[in-house]
């Protein structure tokens, strides 16, 4: 099983600045790598893939938040981060820590497990 609790959500400015945070804990194979989602309003249960780290700090990024986001860990507060600068509308979205998408072949029940996200809201 595995825990995950993220926080730092809020209302912002288009153009401003947020750090995220998930606080992790439980299997190691899960959280060997971890990534940041985020559902869109309307979007259900669908989750889109935004940033993810693996454990010898390696980054990757969905092309929209490349140069604006940063993905960061602490290995030992077992805790991810997401520092998201030059804010914008579309980012606007329920933002949760997993899995990294490069474990769905390799872990596919990895991704039963989500926190209850962070909101972020932003505004013109």
């Known amino acids: 099983q595995v825990q995950l609790v993220e926080s730092g959500g809020g209302l912002v400015q288009a153009g401003g600045s947020l750090r995220l945070s998930c606080v992790y804990s439980g299997d190691t194979m899960c959280t060997s790598a971890l990534g940041w989602y985020r559902q869109a309003p309307g979007a259900d249960d669908e989750r889109d893939w935004v940033?993810?780290?693996?454990?010898?700090?390696?980054?990757h990024y969905v092309d929209s938040a490349k140069g604006r986001f940063a993905i960061s860990r602490d290995m030992a507060k077992n805790t991810v981060y997401l520092q998201m600068n030059r804010i914008e509308l579309e980012d606007t979205g329920v933002y949760y820590c997993?899995?990294?998408?490069?474990?769905?072949?390799?872990?596919?029940?990895?991704?039963?497990?989500w926190g209850q996200g962070t909101q972020v809201t932003v505004s013109s």
């Open positions: 940033a993810g780290i693996t454990s010898d700090g390696s980054t």
């Open positions: 997993g899995a990294d998408k490069t474990l769905v072949d390799k872990y596919p029940g990895c991704f039963d497990y």
